[in-house]
């Protein structure tokens, strides 16, 4: 007997709702209103995943995909429809989640300039001196030649580490992250923390010519515990900002898509002007220096010890008297901010995971007037306005679409004291 189903809805993650002999079945790189013959894949009590066997009816949005590794990777979820479907889907994903804290107004959304080539970072899994990603659900690896979300500089390199790695077979290399900034193209090998390579020896090198190339020991790039250093190119990672080069850190956060950071930035500043602020979570400062910009005084609060040292770079460059760095959980010192000083707003900026209860309990405690949640992950940010919602109402809500092809937004939340 056939598993035919129809996908009625979309799920948080971007795949087709339908069901099947009573019971929920997601079914990845699906439409509403399509008609599909799907093989099960997992299953448990409450629903299963699947994968499409046959598509028997299709929605008129879809399209072929540009990605040659679409139906396996796990990485794209809407390249198979246009980005106008793509808008009203993630719309719809973001305003259902909303509606469980009561939020039924309008969702605004900004779109991203470009819908593929607008990544500036990614990180590729390495197996056998070949790069690639792991296929959706599974550490299968398959290697690529492209990624079609990545800018071109980036594919157009990947060849050539390629043959680096070829030429000498780096032992305990986790993953290759390529980041570009501006016109810079950085290139950082994560190596296993116990790894010992003599960087004074490496072969092929100069096919890497045009390129910072770094060597990174640990297990999470971005971990304290990680040690970075430089092994290739003498000039610095900086990006043109304020007038100056600003030092970039290749081990720190930064937003992928350059075009939607850059409103999604304006618009943070716009609602900061003239406020005692907090930037909770704040990586290399970029932000807290733009808020600093029209704020009264900007705290940045930063957790990544060599983030929190580009901060401190950039405020010393800048001459930015009203910023200040600080090294720490945010858990951890955002109670010594509020006791020492008036705030009146606090941009929240977290993980995926979303914020330590213990933070959005303080910012209550304390009544902080006005708060601005910036959120990659709708699903944490659900969860932590409920803990804030008894005491303030939420007055906007906008999606900057700063993943094209993907499921993942950015979704901003203001909130004020009630």
Same mark, same amino acid.
């Given at each position: 007997?056939?598993?035919?189903?129809?996908?009625?809805?979309?799920? =948080?993650?971007?795949?087709?709702?339908?069901?099947?002999?009573?019971?929920?079945?997601?079914?990845?790189?699906?439409?509403?209103?399509?008609?599909?013959?799907?093989?099960?894949?997992?299953?448990?009590?409450?629903?299963?995943?699947?994968?499409?066997?046959?598509?028997?009816?299709?929605?008129?949005?879809?399209?072929?995909?540009?990605?040659?590794?679409?139906?396996?990777?796990?990485?794209?979820?809407?390249?198979?429809?246009?980005?106008?479907?793509?808008?009203?889907?993630?719309?719809?994903?973001?305003?259902?989640?909303?509606?469980?804290?009561?939020?039924?107004?309008?969702?605004?959304?900004?779109?991203?300039?470009? +819908?593929?080539?607008?990544?500036?970072?990614?990180?590729?899994?390495?197996?056998?001196?070949?790069?690639? =990603?792991?296929?959706?659900?599974?550490?299968?690896?398959?290697?690529?030649?492209?990624?079609?979300?990545?800018?071109?500089?980036?594919?157009?390199?990947?060849?050539?580490?390629?043959?680096?790695?070829?030429?000498?077979?780096?032992?305990?290399?986790?993953?290759? =992250?390529?980041?570009?900034?501006?016109?810079?193209?950085?290139?950082?090998?994560?190596?296993?923390?116990?790894?010992?390579?003599?960087?004074?020896?490496?072969?092929?090198?100069?096919?890497?010519?045009?390129?910072?190339?770094?060597?990174?020991?640990?297990?999470?790039?971005?971990?304290?515990?990680?040690?970075?250093?430089?092994?290739?190119?003498?000039?610095?990672?900086?990006?043109?900002?304020?007038?100056?080069?600003?030092?970039?850190?290749?081990?720190?956060?930064?937003?992928?898509?350059?075009?939607?950071?850059? +409103?999604?930035?304006?618009?943070?500043?716009?609602?900061?002007?003239?406020?005692?602020?907090?930037?909770?979570?704040?990586?290399?400062?970029?932000?807290?220096?733009?808020?600093?910009?029209?704020?009264?005084?900007?705290?940045?609060?930063?957790?990544?010890?060599?983030?929190?040292?580009?901060?401190?770079?950039?405020?010393?460059?800048?001459?930015?008297?009203?910023?200040?760095?600080?090294?720490?959980?945010?858990?951890?010192?955002?109670?010594?901010?509020?006791?020492?000083?008036?705030?009146?707003?606090?941009?929240?900026?977290?993980?995926?995971?979303?914020?330590?209860?213990?933070?959005?309990?303080?910012?209550? +405690?304390?009544?902080?007037?006005?708060?601005?949640?910036?959120?990659?992950?709708?699903?944490?940010?659900?969860?932590?306005?409920?803990?804030?919602?008894?005491?303030?109402?939420?007055?906007?809500?906008?999606?900057?679409?700063?993943?094209?092809?993907?499921?993942?937004?950015?979704?901003?939340?203001?909130?004020?004291?009630?």
């Amino acid at each position: 007997m056939k598993n035919e189903v129809k996908i009625f809805d979309i799920s =948080y993650d971007g795949a087709g709702v339908g069901k099947l002999d009573g019971k929920i079945v997601f079914v990845p790189k699906t439409l509403p209103g399509e008609i599909v013959e799907i093989k099960l894949e997992k299953e448990n009590s409450k629903f299963s995943v699947a994968r499409v066997e046959t598509l028997i009816q299709k929605s008129p949005d879809r399209q072929k995909a540009l990605c040659p590794y679409f139906e396996i990777c796990g990485g794209c979820d809407f390249q198979h429809c246009a980005y106008e479907k793509e808008r009203e889907l993630k719309t719809q994903m973001v305003s259902k989640e909303l509606q469980k804290v009561g939020w039924t107004g309008k969702v605004e959304f900004e779109e991203s300039d470009n +819908r593929f080539f607008y990544r500036n970072k990614v990180k590729l899994e390495v197996f056998e001196n070949r790069l690639g =990603y792991f296929k959706r659900g599974t550490n299968e690896f398959f290697e690529i030649k492209t990624c079609p979300i990545a800018t071109k500089e980036i594919n157009d390199t990947i060849k050539k580490v390629e043959s680096f790695l070829k030429g000498n077979q780096l032992k305990d290399l986790e993953n290759v =992250y390529f980041k570009q900034v501006d016109d810079n193209l950085a290139i950082c090998f994560l190596f296993d923390k116990n790894a010992k390579i003599d960087t004074k020896n490496l072969k092929n090198i100069e096919i890497l010519h045009d390129f910072l190339i770094f060597f990174a020991f640990g297990e999470v790039l971005e971990s304290n515990s990680t040690k970075t250093i430089q092994v290739f190119g003498n000039e610095k990672l900086t990006k043109k900002m304020f007038g100056q080069n600003v030092e970039i850190d290749i081990a720190a956060f930064n937003q992928v898509n350059d075009f939607v950071a850059e +409103r999604l930035y304006n618009y943070v500043c716009q609602n900061t002007d003239g406020k005692n602020v907090i930037n909770a979570y704040s990586g290399q400062g970029l932000l807290t220096a733009l808020i600093a910009k029209t704020a009264k005084t900007a705290f940045g609060i930063e957790y990544q010890k060599s983030a929190h040292l580009s901060a401190e770079k950039l405020k010393n460059l800048l001459k930015q008297n009203n910023m200040h760095n600080i090294c720490g959980k945010v858990e951890n010192e955002i109670e010594g901010v509020l006791e020492k000083a008036k705030i009146d707003f606090v941009v929240l900026d977290p993980a995926r995971a979303g914020c330590q209860k213990s933070v959005l309990e303080e910012i209550k +405690r304390r009544k902080i007037p006005k708060i601005l949640y910036i959120s990659c992950n709708f699903s944490s940010l659900v969860r932590d306005l409920q803990i804030l919602q008894q005491n303030y109402t939420i007055k906007n809500i906008k999606i900057f679409d700063m993943f094209p092809c993907t499921a993942n937004v950015e979704t901003v939340a203001i909130l004020e004291r009630v």
